[in-house]
């Protein structure tokens, strides 16, 4: 097999915490009387929180803020989705997704998480999910989110395997431009990663399985 590792994605790929983004920055942008709503919420997937708040701010009209009032307005909304993702449990993660994935130990494939998210052990601990991969790559040991590839190249550094031998899945446009920049082959699942230049696109998570036994 030409894939020997994967690398995923967490939010939107693993388990889903859209709704918990959504509702977090929105109790920030009422705070400061910024229209927010879900078509702008969509821009924010896999962009990382201080560029998300950029976006965010497009539409603030108030006072120019310091950096600093940006910093505290991003860990406000960091605090508020933290509390939010303690309704999360083993429930949010789908049997498809849970099956999959031990099919994929089954066939000896190295699993890693590469996510720009800092909540991500928090996450894999909610889903009862934090001691299954091999390694994981995230908010906290990056300079540069993605586009950049810096998030996945850790993660196939941590797991041992360059690039061409790492698949990365991804659901959002920004996660499948990381991954052409990194020398990875990716896949884009659901609508949000289709037509970004992916190697593959399935709409469903099992079908993972499909092109790792492809024989190359």
């Not at 505290?72 to 498809?96: C, F, G, I, P, W």
């Amino acid at each position: 097999m030409k894939y020997k590792g994967i690398i995923f994605d967490l939010d939107g790929v693993i388990c889903h915490t859209d709704e918990f983004h959504y509702q977090a920055w929105k109790t920030i942008a009422d705070k400061q009387g910024i229209y927010f709503d879900e078509i702008i919420n969509n821009r924010l997937r896999g962009v990382s929180r201080m560029e998300s708040l950029e976006i965010i701010l497009e539409r603030y009209t108030g006072t120019p803020l310091t950096h600093e009032e940006k910093l505290q307005m991003a860990d406000e909304k960091n605090e508020v989705y933290k509390s939010l993702l303690m309704q999360m449990n083993e429930t949010h993660v789908t049997k498809m997704v849970l099956d999959t994935l031990k099919d994929l130990r089954k066939e000896g494939i190295q699993l890693a998480i590469g996510s720009s998210s800092k909540n991500a052990e928090l996450i894999l601990k909610q889903i009862g999910l934090n001691n299954f991969f091999d390694a994981i790559s995230d908010g906290n040991n990056i300079e540069f989110s993605k586009p950049h590839p810096q998030v996945f190249l850790l993660a196939a550094e941590y797991i041992a395997l360059p690039p061409e031998n790492c698949l990365v899945i991804e659901d959002a446009q920004a996660g499948i431009e990381a991954a052409i920049a990194g020398g990875f082959d990716s896949v884009g699942l659901g609508d949000w990663a289709k037509d970004c230049g992916e190697t593959y696109h399935i709409q469903n998570f099992d079908e993972i399985l499909s092109i790792i036994r492809r024989k190359y």
